[in-house]
Every structure is written in structure tokens, then in C-alpha cells.
């Protein structure tokens, strides 16, 4: 009897241990008996912004039999989970990644490195077309394939602007300031000049404005010296300064207080506000401009950001296609990523292709001139991407003391002082 | 004599799958965080690649002025006010929940059901309504007050420092509330009802009874609730960082949110783990009064 117990606590600890083996291991999926193989396509965009992506995928796979895809969608952009799975020996097998992350997926290899891909099964128009190509190089190999560009343009109400007595969209950062304010005077309050997100978090929101904002003016955070050393680009004066002009934002009522708990462009206090009249101007990139005339109609349209016309005043994002490096079938991984960069899939995707001639193949509606206009002259992130301090690092570093001196914790030089401190023990290491 | 040796194994054959259980769930995460502590090492990278720093992740720590700013947060804001609240609020609904005019009433069930409801609503769920209750342009209490003619404009309660505290206080009381209500009302039931007849008989008032009668009889589980949500919150990281992200500037950053951001944002899971220890020692602290109390009592019982 006891013999009996002991037999069955043995059995139950082993099936315990073989049961927790078998629910950490996973893979990524290959092929069945059939001879089918089967893909994960892992994308990131909210899903009611890829029903377009999603009709492409089935297209595919009405066409080809033999490689199916699947779809998932890991909203928001999760490259630590991606780590985490290829680091495990599972994964999808081609994820979409925003070009500031491939440099941190390439360094551990966690992505497979293109280049005999790409030297066996050639690209239709080369690596000639693409843009964004510093974002996806590393170490001499390229780890995606640039797939998307995007930048970030002025989204306005003409008649909010009209109503000021404003006859065109603001062209400097000075007439922004002037004109938002003098919006909000104007309508005693009812619609905000500018809206924007001006939260303290680890978020893309004012993240961007306040580089442009910079950028414009000729200096930026980082940079790499002649000696190949990661420096402050940036005085604690020209900060100083940069700041203010934040913050006076919101002491001129340009920008009602309530933005600064709002971290995202996508926020619907921006959305809503553009959409009703609450709000005059903010700034978006494509897709979320694209869904916001689909509530807002005509009543909105985009310029280029102020200065958005001097090149690297703007910049230049986007997303890039790579496959795992577990993939078990690069090849046919590969294929499906050559049919996603093709012209038809961004006849429903609603977003930029990152290669020159399928741009120049598209027609874009006359209110996304703004975009237009300003992506040539956009710079990507590459500027500020291998020192010791990743983006989204610096990202809430400046979010955070920016958002102090809006909600008076600091002062603009206190601010300053504390993110040159920071930037400098970053690059550091 | 082979009878005699499984007889000596059988209990370690026994207690085998809990000790299993313990060794992978909580024994080998905790040795790994405090490994980890010492190493330098990113979300990106295998555990092989860490390369070993000494104690420089505890000296950043130490040496940084966020993480007294970050602690006082915690210990104050977040757990002393938010526990005290509770506790209060919740003797007061308990009482209320076992009075004898619920009961006439046929409203008892009724009600407590209706208490229980925020601790059905997920955390996630519970904070981006609030977030949506409390937004400064279109935010209903916003606009309540307004159209009331309380206040001229929207207050951005999450954006202000004046009253961000107070808004995430309002949060983690209303969805954790209920927890202590029913401790609360199940300590409440146990109450000998001659106690409260006795004193009755001396003259004694409600307030009287309440002090004389219902607090020392409650004192255990008062005891209780106030441990297990003071560890509870202290480690929370869910409200704050969906409510504020730690804003405006750093004004709400708390441990577990600088926890988060060193380590995923920063990418330096080391720093993490070391903030980590930090939270697990204070925690710790209260454990050891729990489990003190909890055997006293058992004592006593006994």
C-alpha cells in the first residue's frame, strides 16, 4: 500500500515536471505531412489599421498552396517578447520591426541577416530603392528589409485656421506658437490651438515634436564626433530654450493644461478634438491621419511640420520586414517578404512603401500632401542609434524632465541640466 | 529491511512535487534575481551573455535621487494613505452591510453584491475608465462639474501634481475596497452577539459598542487586512504606471515603476533585480509581522 503511495507520488511529480517541459517549449511552425508550409507573420499595427494588410495576406494565400501564412497581430510593437521567443527557439517566422529596433534584434542575432537572401533571390528594383537602409544595417548586414516609411505631419482644421483670421498653415515653429495661440484666444477656449501629447512617459508623442522642434534649429541630442565618440549635441542653453518654447506652449494657453497627461498621438482626446473642432492643429504620421478622415472627412487635412521642408528637419520612420533566425524555411519566408514590398500590397495597406519607385507608383489623395512633400527631406533615427543609450531610453529621459517643468516640479535650466546629465551617462555605458 | 528504507523515503517521495513546485516557481526565480543583481545584462540578450558588475546596479541605485523620491512614494502615497483609507472606508461599509436596516429592507444581498463589483473589474480595465472619468477635456466628472458651474474649466486631474496623488488614490481605493469589506463583514459575523447585549445592558451607545466591543473583537483581522494590503500595494506597479506612467515629470514614479523602466525600458535588467531585492526586503519586513502575528494568534488559540 505504501509502496502503492509512493509510486503514485513519483508518477505525479514526473508528470508535473514532463507537463511544465512541455508547456515552455513552443517553435515556430513548419511544414505538415502535406508537403504545405506554414508561416507566422507577426505585425504590429493596431488591428483596425490592417484590414487592408490582412486582405494582402489572404491574397497570398489564395495564391499560393503551398505556403500559407498566418497573421498574428502583437500590438504594440513588442521586441522584448520576440527576444524572449527566439531566444527560446520559437518565434514567428517574418515579424514586422520598427527600424529603431533592429540594431538591438541584429546585436544578439536574434534576427536572420538578409544578404544571401538577397544576393540568391534579388529584390524586383535592388537595395538601390529602399530608403532607411542605415536602419536596418548592422555590422556590414542588413537584418530587414525597409518595408514602410512614415514622418510626421502637420494635421490641421482649416477652418479653426480661417476662423483666427490664419490664411495658411504655419511654416516655422514661431508662427506655430503664434498662430495656436492666437486660435485659442479667438475661440474663447473652445478649440485648443495645438494638441498634443505631452505626458512624461517612455512614449513616440512629444518625443517627436520636441526633435523637429530641435533638429530645425540646427542641433539634436547625441551625436558622433570625428573621433567616431558619442557626445551631447545640444548646450545647456540651446536645451534651456528648446524647453521654453514647450512650455510656453501651455503658459500661452496654446496647448490647454489637460495634454499633458496625454502620452500618444493616437489619444482620442486628439482624434476627437481634430474631429469636432476642439482642437486646431496637432501632428500625425499616416495611418493615424488616414483614420481620422474616415470620422473627420474633409474637415481636415496636413502640411509639413514647421521647418518640415529643410532636410533632416523631420524624420524619417518606418517599419522593416526580417525573419527569425529559427525560421525553418528563410526561403519561402523570403518570397513572402518580396510579395509584401510589391505595389499591390499598399493599394490596401494604408501605408508608405519605403521603396522609391512603388511610391512613385502610387497616387496619394491630395490630403497627404503634407506628407508628401516633407518625406524626402526626412532623416531617419539612424542619427542617435548605436551609442550605450537606446532611443526609447532617451525618450523618457527628456519626456520626463519636459513634463516636470510643465507640471512646475523644475525649472527649464534644472531640466536641462538633469537631461544633458543623463544623456552623458547613457553613451557613456 | 527494504521495507524499513522506503519506509524512511516515503515522506520525502511525498513531499517531492511540492518541493518541485517551490524550487521551480518561487525557489529558483528569487536565487536568479539576486544572481541577476550582479550582472549587467539586456532584454535582448540570452542569460549567457550577462556579464558580472559587482555591486555598481546597487550603487547606481543608491547614488540616484529618483529612488528616495521613488521609495517615499511607495511607503507613503501609495500604500500608508491608500491602506488607511481602506480600512477606514471599508468599517464604515461593513458596518453598514451588516445593519439591521439592510436587513428589513431585504437589501443586504443587494448591496453586497454591489460592493463587490469593482473587484470583478480587471485592474486594466478599471484604470482606463477612470482615466476616461478623469480626463481634463473630456472627462465626465470634468464635465459634470462644469456644467454644474462648479469649477470654469476641466481639471487634468492626472496632470497635475496637485491632484494626481489624490486621482490614483481614488483608483487603487475604489477596485481594492472591496477585499477589505469582506474580511471585514466576515469578522463582523463572528462577533458573539451577547457581547453587544452585554454592553447594552451597562448603557453603552453605538459608538461605545463599537469601540469597546467591535474594534478589540476585530483587532486580528484588522491586523491581517492591514499587512496583506500594505504587501499588496507596496509592490503594485499596475495602477500607477497605467494611470500616469509616473508623471507628470517623476512626480509618480514609484519602485515597482522604476523597476520597470530600468529594466525594460533601460534595458538593464540588472538595475531592475536590484531595485527588485530592494522591494522584496521592505516586503519581507512586513511578512515577518504577518506570519509573527499570525502564529501569536494561533498561540492564543490554541
Known amino acids: ?429 | 529491511m527494504a521495507n524499513s528504507q522506503s519506509t524512511r523515503h516515503e515522506p520525502l517521495l511525498l513531499i517531492g512535487p511540492a518541493l518541485i513546485v517551490i524550487a521551480l516557481l518561487f525557489a529558483f526565480p528569487a536565487v536568479y534575481n539576486i544572481i541577476l543583481s550582479f550582472q549587467k545584462l539586456s532584454p535582448y540578450q540570452s542569460p549567457g551573455e550577462a556579464i558580472w558588475v559587482g555591486l555598481s546596479n546597487f550603487t547606481a541605485l543608491f547614488t540616484n535621487n529618483q529612488t528616495a523620491e521613488a521609495a517615499w512614494n511607495s511607503a507613503f502615497w501609495l500604500t500608508t494613505l491608500t491602506v488607511v483609507i481602506r480600512l477606514v472606508l471599508g468599517m464604515a461599509i461593513a458596518l453598514l452591510l451588516q445593519s439591521d436596516v439592510l436587513a428589513r429592507w431585504k437589501l443586504r444581498g443587494v448591496c453586497r453584491t454591489a460592493v463587490l463589483l469593482p473587484w470583478m473589474v480587471p485592474p486594466v480595465v478599471a484604470v482606463a475608465s477612470w482615466k476616461w472619468i478623469l480626463d481634463g477635456n473630456t472627462g465626465v466628472l470634468n464635465q459634470v462639474l462644469v456644467g454644474l458651474g462648479v469649477i470654469p474649466r476641466g481639471i487634468p486631474f492626472l496632470a497635475d501634481t496637485s491632484t494626481v496623488w489624490w486621482s490614483i488614490i481614488a483608483i487603487v481605493v475604489w477596485r481594492e475596497l472591496p477585499f477589505v469589506v469582506i474580511v471585514l463583514m466576515a469578522g463582523l459575523q463572528s462577533i458573539p452577539k451577547d457581547q453587544y447585549e452585554a454592553a447594552s445592558l451597562d448603557h453603552a451607545g453605538a459608538w461605545k459598542s463599537f469601540l469597546h466591543v467591535t474594534v478589540p473583537n476585530l483587532r486580528p483581522v484588522i491586523t491581517v487586512i492591514v499587512i496583506v494590503t500594505v504587501i499588496q500595494t507596496f509592490n503594485n506597479f499596475v495602477y500607477v504606471w497605467l494611470a500616469t506612467g509616473g508623471g507628470p515629470g517623476t512626480y509618480t514614479q514609484v519602485l515597482a515603476t522604476r523597476l520597470y523602466s530600468a529594466a525594460f525600458i533601460n534595458n538593464s535588467l540588472g538595475q531592475g533585480a536590484a531595485i527588485g531585492i530592494m522591494m522584496s526586503v521592505v516586503v519581507a519586513i512586513f511578512a515577518i509581522i504577518y506570519f509573527r502575528l499570525a502564529d501569536r494568534e494561533n498561540g492564543a488559540r490554541a
Open chain 1, 1 to 429: 500500500m505504501r509502496r502503492n503511495r509512493a509510486a503514485v507520488a513519483v508518477a505525479c511529480a514526473a508528470a508535473f515536471v514532463v507537463g511544465l517541459t512541455a508547456c515552455s517549449t513552443g517553435g515556430s511552425v513548419g511544414s505538415n505531412s502535406s508537403g504545405t508550409v506554414h508561416l507566422v507573420f507577426q505585425q504590429f499595427d493596431p488591428a483596425a489599421e490592417v484590414t487592408g494588410l490582412q486582405s494582402t495576406v489572404s491574397k497570398w494565400n489564395k495564391l499560393h498552396p503551398d505556403i500559407q501564412v498566418d497573421m498574428q497581430t502583437l500590438s504594440p510593437s513588442n521586441p522584448q517578447q520576440l527576444a524572449r521567443e527566439a531566444n527560446s527557439g520559437s518565434g514567428p517566422d517574418v515579424v514586422q520591426v520598427p527600424y529603431a529596433n533592429v540594431a538591438f534584434l541584429a546585436q544578439p542575432k536574434i534576427l536572420l541577416p538578409l544578404n544571401s537572401l538577397m544576393k540568391k533571390y534579388p529584390l524586383a528594383h535592388g537595395t538601390g530603392d529602399l530608403l532607411a537602409k542605415d536602419m536596418v544595417t548592422f555590422d556590414g548586414k542588413m537584418w530587414a528589409v525597409p518595408w514602410t516609411a512614415d514622418t510626421m505631419a502637420l494635421v490641421y482644421r482649416p477652418s479653426a485656421l480661417t476662423a483666427a483670421g490664419i490664411s495658411s498653415p504655419p511654416a516655422t515653429w514661431g508662427e506655430l506658437a503664434s498662430d495656436a495661440t492666437a486660435i485659442s484666444k479667438q475661440s474663447g477656449g473652445k478649440t485648443a490651438g495645438f494638441c498634443f501629447g505631452a505626458s512624461g512617459s517612455a512614449t513616440a508623442a512629444q518625443w517627436f515634436a520636441i526633435n523637429y522642434y530641435m533638429w530645425n534649429h540646427g542641433h539634436g541630442f547625441v551625436k558622433k564626433d570625428s573621433a567616431g565618440s558619442w557626445v551631447t549635441d545640444i548646450t545647456q542653453s540651446q536645451l534651456t530654450s528648446t524647453i521654453d518654447y514647450f512650455n510656453g506652449l501651455f503658459v500661452s494657453g496654446a496647448t490647454p493644461q489637460s495634454f499633458q497627461s496625454v502620452n500618444d498621438y493616437t489619444d482620442p482626446s486628439i482624434a476627437n478634438g481634430l474631429a469636432n473642432g476642439s482642437c486646431a492643429m496637432t501632428y500625425a504620421p499616416p495611418q493615424t491621419f488616414q483614420t481620422l478622415v474616415k470620422t473627420a472627412g474633409d474637415k481636415v487635412t496636413t502640411a509639413p511640420m514647421p521647418g518640415g521642408l529643410k532636410d533632416g528637419s523631420t524624420h524619417l520612420g518606418g517599419r522593416g520586414l526580417a525573419i527569425n533566425r529559427n525560421a525553418k524555411h528563410p526561403q519561402q519566408a523570403w518570397e513572402f517578404i518580396q510579395y509584401l514590398m510589391s505595389p499591390a500590397t499598399f493599394k490596401t495597406y494604408e501605408q508608405y512603401p519605403a521603396s522609391k519607385s512603388t511610391l512613385k507608383s502610387l497616387t496619394v489623395p491630395k490630403n497627404q500632401d503634407g506628407f508628401v512633400q516633407q518625406l524626402p527631406h526626412s532623416v531617419s533615427f539612424g542619427r542617435y542609434i548605436g551609442s550605450n543609450m537606446p532611443v526609447v531610453s532617451m525618450q523618457q529621459l527628456v519626456n520626463q524632465q519636459f513634463s516636470a517643468v510643465y507640471s512646475g516640479q523644475s525649472s527649464s535650466s534644472r531640466a536641462a541640466t538633469a537631461i544633458l546629465s543623463g544623456l552623458k551617462a547613457g553613451i557613456g555605458g
